[in-house]
């Protein structure tokens, strides 16, 4: 992961936000290149899955043929979508102070074991990468005990690592940055939505909060986008943008961010249907990930139990990555899909449902009272083929942007071994990057500066650049100015040399394979485009 880390910040891919400042933790800045790639997800699932789909045809693995639009609604809505949400009561972690060291931790992110000198156990924390974790534990462990190095052997770590949040009690345990036993406090709930205020005058009610998903600017504009685009169900509203989210303790480089993108679905249809659309967004969500590279090994699909499900929820399965971060064998979120029911239109509808009951019933306050007025609009569907009038279900596949290019970037590092200009193998890193998600398509090279190469080489790169991000580079020896491109993952280099000069042709090597094409100067974009889009 340091050399994944390092990579980007080298190359431009991620800087940390401020940083000359010192920079703020769980706010990340794309470079050149990260923002670059970014963009490519967001424009690869936009065109996959909304301006892409043709509705008048049957994907092989959907019950029918069905339409898709999109939206891009406001980041900050009326503070009443998130008490109808269920966000503004529900949406929290649980964080634990260290009257210590005055940290704050998220109860389930402490992680550690159980470490035994002579008679006593004690269960020694770290917030340290699982890399280190093991190490951090016993270091700390022997300082606990006032061992020294040549005394390690006498004590015993557990092989076991734990999150606190698996333990009975706090009482023997060493928070990560304390040197006495039992100084975390109780676990508090702690609500992620960033507040923030509207207009001058800032009363109470004048608060609102920035959106932690994008998902409820779909479900407010549900019947707005019925009434105005003639779509009929099943379809689906896709949006990217931005959420926010006062995370405890952001980490893991942007897994766990405070401002991030989403890309979310919500997919309606009727309720004897959802739970068939709910596998086919599973799938095709899965094999999306798989067709822009990210490897089997490499991403499971983990259906949720009963107990982890959201309030809305019937049910979740998340897409998980191997993130190098996590332990061997533990695996990281980069996508849920979850079979919301009817929860979020009848919510948004009648008032707030208080997720215990079943079926879901009005939230009622100590009045007697609807908690959280619902907005009294009608969401409701009337199929015009059978009259029948109903409230929709929806299947929500909801990713993330952030975590999506995290993963992309992990799976793309590869070191391998390459010829130099000598012939010599070499040790080269290589971001092994989808074309269709590579910031730079192609590098456009004169082999030398000078017989007339830069001026044909100006001229591919001029026609190109109409077409794709490409990037022209004269400068130092070919073999450096390959490496150079094999590192930032682009996929392509065109090479302009003596040949070219009398028969225009170029060489188009490729990242991956390093095989060499010649190709007619003429046809050097349709052969690109063919290469990159498949
Ligand atoms: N509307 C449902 C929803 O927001 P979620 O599982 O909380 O569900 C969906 O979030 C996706 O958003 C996650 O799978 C992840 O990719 C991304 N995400 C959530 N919190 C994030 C964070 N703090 N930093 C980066 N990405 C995050």
Redesign the pocket.
Known sequence: MEKIVSLCKRRGYLFQSSEIYGGIQ?FWDYGPLGVELKRNLKDAWWHDMISGHNELVKPESAPRAFEMVGLDSTIIMHPQVWKCSGHYDLFHDHMVDCRESKKRYRFDQIRGRWVEYQDKKVFVTTMAEAEQELDEVRRRGMKFFKLRNKDADKITVGNESLTLDKLDSTENVLAPDAKSLDTLTEPREFN?MFKTTLGALGGEDDTTFLR?????GIFVNFKNVLDSSRVGLPFGIGQVGK?F?N?IT?RNF?????????M?IEFFCHPDQSQEWYRYWRDRRLAWYKELGLSDESLIMREHHQEEL?HYSVG?A??EYAFPFLPEGEYG????I?HRGDFDLRSHMEGKLDPSTRPMQVELGEDGKPKYRGSGRDLTYRDEATNEKFVPHVV?P???????ALAFLCEAYTEDEAPDENGKMQTRTVMKLHPRLAPIKAAVFPLVKKDGMPEVAHEIYGELKRHMNVFYDEKGAVGRRYRRQDEAGTPYCITVDTDTLTDRTVTIRDRDTLEQTRVKIDDVVADLRTRING
Do not use: V
């Not at 932690?212 to 409820?216: K, R, S």
């Not at 979120?333 to 849920?336: I, K, S």
């Open positions: 769980g992620l932690p998903e994008t998902a409820q959420s989210r995370e952001p942007t897994f766990r961010s405070r401002e991030f993108e989403q979310e959201a979740t998340d897409i979120e980069l996508e849920g979850a929500e909801s990713a993330g942007a952030d975590r999506g």
